[in-house]
């Protein structure tokens, strides 16, 4: 009998110390694992294409000749000569599809053209005129700056704080007056230690981008680029025929925002030209209305009145439209490639291709111009 108790006690204990070392099923065990992963679940799911952040660009400027100068005297007697002064302030804006800015660059082609007291020009009329950007440390604002920060640096803190802003946005920056040249300085703390210039013009020429913009998708970067010449100014004196001539200056400035894919081909090109003129009187005043908005060739559409002497019929307007549609889809390369030939002195770059001989007669070599440094300036 006490044999048979011993058993029994050994065969109990037995099964306790297994049920014992049996480990608990996991909380997170699932109550069903597939054998095996199914054939067709691929190894790994390929990422989607990040999509292009720019869908429309925009070129916007705006143009003052208010600070030409009369020839004369000063408060003290001295003489002054006469100096024609065009500002012409150009931003190509790259906005994303919820209208935020993506890509921003502003610039301004500060232009003078200084005469002599017979109202001649001493300006050399045979160099290109550097923009403000293109000055870079030449412009010399450092020496007069609070903050010890050249035009072109203020100008990148304030390209860098429109970024993910829309115009809206931009337009109600809160500014204060530091001075009677300086209206408009911001006045918010992200700017206030590296911007105190005045900025009014700036945002007018981004709002003016936003309001013409243009479709770009598929853009990746866009470009600004500006080129200014002062060659067609006159001195005052006689034509040809003994009469008498006035001084003129003019100064043409070239610009283009224009919007690039991955591969640098063109997905939209904007391309417009400033031409300033400043007429003088015999006396050496200022003989036209120094308050007054200039107008870029495209702006002024028919009354440019290109049409009544174009051989093809078309308005500037027209002809820049065609050029700008062409230059879709091509490389700067390609572009630059254009085979052209020359009509006459003053048009010695007059598209030769099949495509344009029809709609573009004007000559382009300006245009290519500021097309390519857009591209290289494009960001």
């Known amino acids: 009998m006490k044999r048979l108790l011993a058993l029994l006690l050994v065969l109990v204990l037995s099964i306790s110390l297994l049920a014992g070392c049996t480990p608990a099923a996991p909380a997170e065990t699932p109550a069903e694992t597939p054998a095996e992963t199914p054939a067709e679940t691929p190894a790994e799911t390929p990422a989607e294409p990040a999509a292009s952040k720019i869908a429309k660009v925009g070129l916007g400027q705006n143009i003052s000749i208010a600070k030409s100068k009369d020839k004369g005297v000063d408060a003290n007697g001295n003489e002054v000569l006469a100096t024609a002064q065009a500002d012409v302030t150009i931003a190509a804006v790259g906005f994303d599809a919820d209208g935020k800015v993506a890509s921003v660059t502003i610039d301004v082609a500060q232009t003078k053209v200084a005469f002599d007291a017979d109202m001649k020009v001493t300006s050399d009329k045979e160099s290109e005129v550097k923009s403000k950007k293109d000055l870079g440390a030449e412009?010399?604002?450092?020496?007069?700056?609070?903050?010890?920060?050249?035009?072109?640096?203020?100008?990148?803190?304030?390209?860098?704080?429109?970024?993910?802003?829309?115009?809206?946005?931009?337009?109600?920056?809160?500014?204060?007056?530091?001075?009677?040249?300086?209206?408009?300085?911001?006045?918010?703390?992200?700017?206030?230690?590296?911007?105190?210039?005045?900025?009014?013009?700036?945002?007018a020429a981004v709002e003016e981008a936003w309001n013409n913009s243009v479709d770009a998708t598929g853009a990746e970067t866009v470009g600004l680029g500006v080129e200014t010449h002062i060659n067609k100014s006159r001195d005052a004196g006689t034509d040809a025929n003994g009469n008498a001539v006035t001084a003129q200056a003019q100064i043409d400035t070239y610009m283009a925002a224009t919007a690039f894919d991955k591969d640098g081909k063109v997905v939209a090109a904007i391309i417009d030209s400033a031409q300033v003129k400043v007429p003088y009187d015999a006396e050496g005043k200022v003989a036209t209305d120094k308050t007054v908005e200039g107008k870029t060739k495209v702006e002024l559409g028919p009354d440019y009145g290109m049409a009544k002497a174009s051989g093809i019929g078309k308005e500037w307007f027209e002809q820049i439209e065609a050029l700008q549609a062409w230059m879709v889809g091509k490389t700067i390369d390609e572009?630059?490639?254009?085979?052209?030939?020359?009509?006459?002195?003053?048009?010695?770059?007059?598209?030769?291709?099949?495509?344009?001989?029809?709609?573009?007669?004007?000559?382009?070599?300006g245009y290519l111009a500021v097309v390519t440094e857009a591209f290289e300036m494009a960001r």
Do not use: C
């Open 335 to 365: 572009i630059n490639g254009m085979k052209v030939v020359e009509r006459d002195a003053s048009h010695p770059s007059v598209p030769d291709v099949a495509e344009l001989t029809s709609s573009v007669t004007i000559t382009v070599e």
């Open 139 to 203: 412009y010399g604002m450092i020496k007069a700056s609070s903050i010890g920060k050249e035009w072109y640096e203020q100008m990148g803190a304030f390209e860098d704080w429109m970024i993910g802003k829309t115009v809206d946005e931009i337009k109600a920056l809160k500014v204060k007056e530091r001075d009677e040249s300086h209206k408009n300085v911001p006045d918010v703390p992200e700017l206030t230690s590296s911007v105190t210039i005045t900025v009014e013009s700036y945002i």
